[in-house]
């Protein structure tokens, strides 16, 4: 069944320091991956997504991830973060080739960033 | 462009009493449409989604049903709710296979 597991359920970073969100996926063939973030008691707010071609991805407010297929991983970056950056961020994979349109998403983790 | 409404945004209800929470979708027709239910460390449980009109596929088998009585409108419900039932409900909606999901602003509901 597909998965996706993000690790780290809390991490803490100073602000201007670089950043990196783990993601790892279950599925067996190329998935489209997505990184959608969200601040309390709102909506999900999609910052990038891969479908296909080049690995690594930018997507809004400075990110960037890169999809490694050997690892099944996805992870986001950032190279100097900022305190608007404090927010819970969803890695999820999906939906799926073959008439299965779910999405999937892993359990989050959450962002503090440090004065 | 394309905009979804979800409503209320927040709910109080006691347990055993209904629930009928709404999402509609402007500016698209036939759109994949989802319900997601959002628990404290559990991350976002797909709960039900819909291809079409009258086409419901549930993931968790659970108190809620939900249905699709128009193109653009999807509904959550529950005859009887249970406080399992608390959580942050968001509606998402998706054009095809080949694009992101699309999210409203949710529902916070309280069940007491």
């Known amino acids: 069944a597909q998965s996706v597991t993000q690790p780290d359920i809390h991490i803490t970073v100073s602000e201007g320091a670089s950043l990196e969100l783990r993601c790892n996926y279950s599925?067996?063939?190329?998935?489209?991956l997505f990184w959608y973030v969200q601040s309390p008691g709102q909506g999900l707010q999609l910052l990038l997504k891969y479908f296909s071609g080049d690995t690594l991805v930018q997507g809004i407010k400075g990110f960037e991830a890169e999809f490694k297929r050997s690892q099944s991983s996805f992870n986001l970056r950032k190279p100097s973060v900022h305190w608007s950056d404090a927010a819970e961020y969803f890695c999820a994979v999906g939906p799926f080739r073959g008439g299965t349109y779910k999405y999937i998403f892993g359990t989050g983790t959450r962002l503090k960033v440090l004065a | 462009s394309q905009t979804i409404h979800q409503w209320p945004a927040t709910l109080v209800q006691p347990v055993g009493s209904p629930l009928s929470l709404e999402c509609t979708v402007e500016?698209?027709?036939?759109?994949?449409l989802y319900w997601y239910r959002q628990a404290a460390g559990r991350g976002l449980q797909l709960l039900f989604y819909s291809v079409g009109i009258g086409q419901i596929s549930s993931e968790v088998p659970q108190n809620l049903s939900a249905s699709r009585p128009q193109d653009r409108q999807f509904i959550l419900s529950s005859k009887k709710l249970l406080l399992s039932d608390s959580g942050f409900y968001l509606c998402?909606?998706?054009?095809?296979?080949?694009?992101?999901?699309?999210f409203g602003q949710g529902t916070r509901l309280t069940v007491v």
């Open positions: 599925y067996g063939a190329t998935p489209y």
């Open positions: 500016g698209t027709s036939n759109p994949n």
């Open positions: 998402a909606w998706s054009p095809n296979m080949n694009t992101e999901a699309f």
